[in-house]
């Protein structure tokens, strides 16, 4: 019960802050503002049972609305949308992503160049590369095409799905020229190497659709499953399998805590292993793992 009043007054800030201009720095500037008088009042009715539980809800009703409120509504590079072809470079901020017959780049804009002037910007955008294209993590980009508003189609939001991620801009099918290599974080490259290396060892030792299966499983690439694969989960209801979930992790510290104890590693030392290894695991997924990855099949 004690957990409802702090979800109840969670959820309530943030739907009050979703339907009143979120986004904008009055609004955070006036949610920044209740905080401290929420958790105020919180000190003032620490010795009253009957207010205590009340009050721990208001205070997490103006958290939500805070969190909410903080929220971006646009992008700086979204005014160019539908105005026409353009230029947009920026640096390639995640794992380029295939979906059928394309790439998808997360690029982090730097400049915009329309009819021959360039002025800077900043703000993501979903580029529709060709699938063959030779993009990679930490490249920046020259892209050029149509910049667009995400669509919004009867019964699903691209716009409010994108938007989750930060991304009020797509380019589809866009020209893209890299312009520079290597610049993107040491540690994210080398965590995308291991995650290559991992699913090409994979790769080389099982058969598909074995191989693609324990690439999505393992590494949550899911680009090696088939569509019949991929039905046939959803077929029995175990799609969950293929997603990166707890369950995963539990299968892999398991296996390696298993491989442990037949080489007679006392109990305690591979309990040990298993949870530094769970503890990789999450950050490696966290950090090559993106919203991009995640994108349903849909035309930009």
């Given at each position: 019960?004690?957990?409802?009043?702090?979800?109840?007054?969670?959820?309530?800030?943030?739907?009050?802050?979703?339907?009143?201009?979120?986004?904008?720095?009055?609004?955070?500037a006036?949610?920044?503002?209740?905080?401290?008088?929420?958790?105020?009042a919180?000190?003032?009715?620490?010795?009253?049972?009957a207010?205590?539980?009340?009050m721990i809800?208001?205070?997490a009703?103006?958290?939500?609305?805070?969190?909410?409120?903080?929220v971006?509504?646009?992008?700086?590079?979204?005014?160019?949308?539908n105005?026409?072809?353009?230029t947009?470079t920026?640096l390639?901020?995640?794992?380029?992503?295939a979906?059928?017959d394309r790439?998808?780049?997360?690029?982090?804009a730097?400049?915009?160049?329309?009819?021959g002037?360039?002025?800077?910007?900043?703000?993501?955008?979903?580029?529709e590369?060709?699938?063959q294209?030779?993009?990679?993590y930490?490249?920046?980009?020259?892209?050029t095409?149509?910049?667009?508003?995400?669509?919004?189609?009867d019964?699903f939001?691209?716009?409010?799905?994108?938007?989750?991620?930060g991304?009020?801009?797509?380019?589809?099918?866009?020209?893209?020229?890299v312009?520079?290599?290597?610049?993107?974080?040491?540690?994210?490259?080398?965590?995308?190497?291991?995650?290559?290396?991992a699913?090409r060892a994979?790769g080389?030792?099982?058969?598909?659709?074995?191989?693609?299966?324990l690439?999505?499983?393992?590494?949550?690439?899911?680009?090696g499953?088939?569509?019949?694969?991929?039905?046939?989960?959803?077929?029995?209801?175990?799609s969950?399998?293929?997603?990166?979930s707890?369950?995963?992790?539990?299968?892999?510290?398991?296996?390696?805590q298993?491989?442990?104890r037949?080489?007679?590693?006392?109990?305690?030392?591979?309990?040990?292993a298993?949870?530094a290894?769970?503890?990789?695991?999450?950050v490696c997924?966290l950090?090559t793992?993106?919203?991009?990855?995640?994108?349903?099949c849909?035309?930009?």
């Amino acid at each position: 019960m004690r957990l409802i009043y702090v979800a109840l007054g969670w959820a309530a800030g943030i739907v009050l802050a979703a339907n009143n201009d979120s986004g904008s720095a009055l609004i955070s500037a006036l949610w920044f503002g209740l905080v401290p008088l929420a958790l105020l009042a919180n000190w003032l009715a620490r010795d009253d049972p009957a207010l205590r539980w009340p009050m721990i809800a208001l205070a997490a009703f103006t958290l939500g609305g805070l969190r909410m409120s903080l929220v971006p509504v646009t992008s700086d590079v979204a005014r160019f949308n539908n105005l026409g072809g353009l230029t947009v470079t920026g640096l390639v901020i995640a794992e380029p992503t295939a979906r059928g017959d394309r790439k998808l780049l997360r690029v982090e804009a730097e400049t915009v160049t329309r009819a021959g002037q360039t002025v800077a910007t900043s703000g993501l955008v979903l580029v529709e590369s060709p699938l063959q294209s030779d993009v990679r993590y930490g490249d920046r980009v020259a892209a050029t095409g149509d910049l667009v508003t995400p669509a919004v189609f009867d019964t699903f939001s691209y716009a409010d799905y994108l938007a989750r991620g930060g991304v009020f801009s797509v380019m589809p099918g866009a020209a893209v020229e890299v312009l520079a290599s290597g610049l993107g974080s040491p540690l994210y490259a080398s965590l995308l190497a291991l995650k290559a290396d991992a699913a090409r060892a994979i790769g080389a030792n099982l058969p598909e659709p074995q191989a693609g299966l324990l690439t999505g499983i393992l590494l949550g690439d899911e680009s090696g499953i088939g569509p019949e694969l991929r039905d046939a989960f959803a077929a029995v209801g175990a799609s969950h399998v293929i997603a990166i979930s707890g369950f995963n992790m539990a299968v892999l510290s398991g296996v390696i805590q298993g491989l442990l104890r037949r080489a007679r590693v006392p109990r305690g030392w591979a309990a040990a292993a298993g949870i530094a290894l769970i503890a990789v695991y999450t950050v490696c997924l966290l950090y090559t793992s993106d919203a991009a990855d995640d994108l349903p099949c849909v035309d930009l």
